[in-house]
């Protein structure tokens, strides 16, 4: 399983490094592409309508079969047609790898992998998680800003083998297409949210309105255990109240960002200049994450400012045939070569020394047996000290004994030279150097060619990877640019006093492209200077335990000693098993034999000379099951070069498996240059960076610059008061809604996470011009935008509105803002288009809330106010974040109310209200409902006293006979007729009543010796209750359900001898 934010995974660039990088590979190719500049992962190119470079992996723990092979080709050929249409056949597959694992049998038709690896996949084939209520729900790690690329789209082995799993979410064609606008170009879901979403909004003249795209989709209104909805206490639907749509209406084709497995759903909607019909015309005004999301944007409109799009790029073009090409490609074991530095440099602070520890702590713990690894050492010119060797006891010692040492240190530094070494590594013995990794770790300057940029365009066009740890503040610019070249990571070692970088740097990069059960789990780094004796705690939770290591390094004279105290009370010191002292390296590792306890585990360190002495503290394990996915953290920055105002965001991502994990502390220590660090608390709000809710992707900004140089983070995730829980109902991400009338398995409820903790590098990041350094002078960011206002409450009575929303910070969503501004409106149009043009609230006005004193960043804000008036109309808001040099934010997301009178004297959703007519209709209706439940049960006792044979054959008198319809307003309708019923054969034409038609195939049920039938009552309103349509269902009380031009149904359940009398009593 791949890490939920593709830990080995390339960062974003910068635009200006990223055009740099894409020149290279551009004269490369040959031709114009486009290319997606965000912080995904793909390679994945469109040129002349056609998408390369897809790659499908499959994951370690799915086993062999040719069917899945032969079902993802068949899914994703089907999938590019539809695509094609879609998106106006301006684009569809091309070219698609699948990426099988290294366990399944050799094929002859399999080749090697070229640039196809797992962590840098577009689709990942893997099985859910056990415990997960989503189940097969095929979705995309997306936690970035609208139109940018996101991680990769998940679908399970039954998704793609099983169509009934396959049905709860529609055709395969429209699920694939729908999750690739997610993945390619950052689009969102035009649904409400199923768990918290915003299902209803006040329309115009405070009509209520389902959140939907297109608005011209028709349907009901009904809540979760199917009784009829409620107002609720802010003037909407109640919170179980949801909207099943009409799918026997045909007068839409889009959106399919809204419900894709809807039959009519073909396109993506557009703004009204572009939009073939009002049922393809995007709904800005509904209450969705798209509109919220990309501030009211089609998803058209979205697409045409793509690169894939943008400027006309990939104009229509007309063609026969849109099957992909696809090629089968197996996973080799890792390979690795180490590339570090031993230029003079290298002698100062002990870097030789800290460099051996790592590396040793490397080859003896966190690489698994199978891997290959070599080793190269480089100053002015390089040497291979190793080539690849099959990992396993005996090669871990002799690869030690090639780690440079303080002995090995001379000359100056050119790290082309030690990457040219490298690359003769890989393709040694006619070897091809493709998906080969180059680690390259150094402290210094370029001063003797050939330099980084020298051989960059080699190792591009080889396909291999490099990593890279710039060792203090003096190492090369360029070690963040050839990692964003090649899709790999950059990281950076401040040599801080507490900072443990360099070993959580190792770590990261050894993850690429393991299964989650199979890779190093940190739990605990830190760099302490100790005097005397050293206490810390680490817990051990039940989805780890396997491999459990204690590593600590010191660099005094004299060894340090350690003893850890298991939960149970016993001891493991300097006497037990497991326990090493490695004077070389100077290095105690502890080995805790079979599966660790779980709990709480002690450590004491005791310094033995007199002089204090800098401790690296390492203490990592793994999976404890195979078939249980551990608890995993994952972190990368979202540009790996940025020059403010550019935006710099943190993801931290964290998971058991694909169930996020909610509620969890989660801290990002960011080293500065030339400053101390700085904390950020990592938020999963859904404000500020934060793009979804309780999705398990804790997010926040970073604005806290210190001059133009690097940054690292190290990020640590702890239960820190028992809160945290693992969500089942919940995906890391945006997925597929399933469709409500299949018969979906419910979610388990939350359950406790217990105690964890966990560690994890998020990488480093560069910063470029003056704007970095603290002094400038400038105020470079204003508040973050609003982004999920609500209205919470409304009074009609006192006129008076609760708006709830996150706060915003004085620079993104730090800190906190100085002021709040809030825009009110009748006119929906006018606040999109222009609210400052619309009537500013004052603080007159509020009866809860201070303007000028916001909370701080992330906290919840409540306004209370009285709005000028109520009746058939809604009221439309912004809210707008004001910091200290009078910089505002982008306005909010658009709410509405609607001030109708929703008393309990009116019907639910009576928009426009009945009339009283109508009202004094449905009171008749039940006077004459308990009237005919009387009459039935005399009836019944009467007909007690007749012979068996003289009932049968009334009752097949009565049920031949029709009944003529007295009115061209009202008829009767049998559910299991065609036609209305009538004495005459004429028919009552559609246009005068609604026919409901009995869908279901079961008899009718014998009720007291009568066969019991359903049917309605269909009158015209004097006016429509709804936009839309909804289908009545067989029910023991009346239902007043919509209809279309006005119609309105009275379901009422008769049994066939009362219908006449029912009708002619409602007639007069």
């Known amino acids: 399983m791949a890490s939920t934010l593709g830990t080995g995974a390339g960062s974003t660039l910068s635009n200006t490094l990223k055009i740099a990088v894409w020149i290279t590979f551009i004269v490369l190719l040959g031709e114009n592409t486009a290319k997606v500049d965000a912080c995904g992962r793909s390679r994945v190119y469109l040129l002349n309508n056609e998408y390369h470079n897809i790659v499908i992996a499959i994951n370690e723990n799915v086993p062999e079969n040719p069917e899945l092979l032969d079902r993802i080709k068949e899914i994703f050929t089907d999938a590019s047609a539809f695509l094609y249409r879609a998106t106006r056949y301006r684009a569809f597959f091309k070219e698609i790898s699948i990426l099988v694992p290294k366990s399944w049998k050799d094929n002859p038709q399999y080749r090697k992998p070229e640039f196809e690896s797992y962590d840098m ?23 970035t800003p609208c139109g940018q690329l996101g991680q990769y789209m998940h679908l399970t082995p039954q998704y793609v083998l099983d169509p009934a799993v396959a049905s709860y979410y529609g055709p395969h064609d429209k699920v694939i297409v729908h999750e690739w606008a997610h993945l390619r170009w950052g689009v969102y879901d035009e649904y409400p949210d199923p768990l918290n979403g915003q299902h209803f909004y006040a329309g115009v003249d405070g009509v209520i309105e389902a959140t939907r795209c297109s608005a011209t989709i028709k349907g009901r209104r009904i809540t979760l255990n199917g009784e009829a909805c409620e107002i609720g206490d802010n003037n909407l639907p109640e919170a179980d109240c949801r909207f099943l749509d009409d799918r026997r209406e045909d007068g839409y ?16 909607c557009d703004n009204d200049t572009f939009a073939e019909s009002s049922g393809d015309l995007h709904n800005r005004a509904a209450p969705n994450k798209q509109n919220r999301m990309c501030d009211g944007m089609s998803i058209w409109e979205v697409l045409r400012e793509h690169d894939d799009f943008k400027d006309g790029a990939n104009e229509p073009r007309e063609l026969g045939v849109t099957t992909p090409d696809f090629h089968i490609v197996k996973q080799t074991n890792k390979r690795t070569v180490l590339v570090m530095d031993i230029s003079g440099s290298m002698e100062a602070n ?16 966190t690489v698994d047996d199978g891997e290959l690894v070599g080793i190269v050492v480089f100053s002015d010119s390089a040497i291979i000290k190793s080539p690849l060797v099959n990992i396993n006891n005996d090669t871990r010692s002799s690869l030690l004994s090639h780690i440079p040492t303080r002995d090995d240190i001379q000359g100056w530094t050119s790290i082309g030279s030690g990457l040219v070494k490298g690359l003769e590594v890989l393709e040694d013995g006619d070897q091809d150097a493709a998906g080969g990794v180059i ?37 090369s610019d360029n070690l963040e640019t050839l990692p964003a070249a090649t899709d790999g990571r950059a990281f950076f070692y401040s040599e801080g006093t507490n900072s443990n970088a360099l070993n959580e740097a190792f770590t990261t990069s050894a993850q690429r492209d393991k299964s989650v059960v199979e890779r ?6 830190d760099m302490i200077m100790m005097t005397q004796n050293y206490t810390f705690e680490v817990y051990i939770d039940s989805t780890i335990g396997k491999k459990t290591e204690f590593t600590l390094d010191y660099l005094g004279r004299r060894s340090i000693e350690v003893s850890l105290t298991q939960p149970d009370g016993a001891v493991i010191d300097s006497q037990s098993d497991g326990y090493e002292l490695d004077e070389t390296f100077k290095v105690v590792r502890i080995n805790i034999p079979g599966e ?13 000379q007199a002089n204090a002495q800098s401790v690296s503290i390492n203490v990592q394990s793994r999976s404890r099951r195979a078939d249980v996915y551990p608890i995993l953290v994952t972190s990368q920055w979202s540009n790996q070069v940025v020059t403010p105002p550019s935006k710099q965001i943190l993801y931290v991502s964290v998971s058991k498996g694909y169930t996020p994990l909610l509620n969890a502390e989660v801290m990002a220590t960011v080293e500065r240059p030339n400053n101390e660090p700085v904390e950020l608390m990592m938020l999963d709000n859904g404000a500020g960076a934060d793009v979804t809710q309780d999705d398990g992707i804790y997010t926040s900004y970073f604005t806290e610059f210190s001059g133009s140089d690097r940054y690292s983070v190290k990020v640590t995730v702890n239960n820190k008061d028992g809160r945290t829980v693992v969500s089942p109902s919940r995906i890391i991400g945006v997925g597929a809604l399933n469709d409500p009338t299949q018969d979906l398995p419910s979610a388990a409820p939350n359950t406790p996470a217990g105690d964890f903790q966990r560690v994890t590098s998020g990488g480093s990041f560069t910063c470029e011009g003056s704007a970095c350094e603290a002094d400038s002078g400038t105020d470079l960011y204003s508040p973050a935008k609003i982004v999920d206002v609500v209205v919470s409450r409304v009074s009609y009575e006192s006129k008076q509105v609760t708006l709830q929303f996150t706060a915003t910070g004085d620079d993104l969503d730090q800190g906190k803002a100085s002021s709040y501004e809030i825009w009110m409106d009748i006119r929906f149009e006018a606040m999109y288009f222009g609210y400052e043009r619309t ?40 809210v707008v974040a004001v910091d200290d040099a009078d910089n505002k934010s982008p306005r909010s997301n658009i709410v509405s109310v609607s001030m109708r009178d929703f008393s309990e004297s009116n019907l639910p959703f009576s928009i426009p209200v009945f009339t009283a007519i109508v009202a004094a ?15 039935c049960k005399c009836c019944c006792c009467t007909d007690g006293k007749k012979s068996d044979a003289e009932k049968q054959k009334k009752r097949k008198q009565k049920a031949k006979e029709k009944k003529k319809v007295k009115n061209d307003k009202v008829a009767i309708v049998d559910e299991s007729k065609s036609e209305p019923i009538s004495h005459t054969n004429e028919v009552v034409t559609t246009d005068e009543v609604v026919i409901v038609y009995n869908t279901s195939s079961q008899a009718p049920s014998q009720q007291n010796g009568h066969a019991a039938t359903n049917q309605h009552i269909a009158i015209t309103a004097p006016e429509p209750i709804y936009t839309d349509v909804e289908e009545p269902k067989p029910n023991n009380k009346i239902i007043v359900a919509p209809a279309v031009d006005g119609k309105v149904i009275y379901h009422v359940p008769t049994k066939q001898g009362n219908v006449s009398n029912l009708k002619s009593r409602f007639e007069k």
């Open 839 to 878: 009537t500013k609230l004052t603080q007159a006005v509020m009866k809860m809330g201070i303007l000028t004193a916001p909370k701080q960043a992330g906290s919840v804000e409540f306004f209370t106010f009285e709005v000028p008036s109520r009746g058939e109309m809604s009221f439309y808001f912004v």
């Open 121 to 143: 996949s577009d689709v990942i084939i893997d099985y859910p998680d056990e415990e997960a209520g989503t189940g097969n729900r095929p979705f995309v790690i997306n936690p």
């Open 350 to 365: 002990d870097r030789i020394e800290k460099l051996g520890q790592a590396v040793s702590h490397y080859i003896l713990n």
């Open 439 to 475: 680690l390259v770790v150094t402290d210094g300057e370029e001063n003797r060619n050939p330099t980084i940029e020298d051989v960059m365009p080699t190792l591009i066009s080889k396909n291999v990877t490099v990593d890279s740890i710039a060792f203090g503040i003096d190492a």
């Open 921 to 935: 209709g449905v009171a008749l209706l039940l006077v004459i409902i308990i009237f005919l439940l009387i009459c």
């Open 520 to 525: 190093p789990i940190q739990l605990y780094s």
């Open 253 to 268: 084709t889009g959106s399919l960002m809204y419900k894709q497995f809807l039959p009519n759903m073909m396109h993506f």
């Open 596 to 608: 660790a306890q779980v709990g709480k585990w002690s450590v004491l360190i005791k310094n033995r």
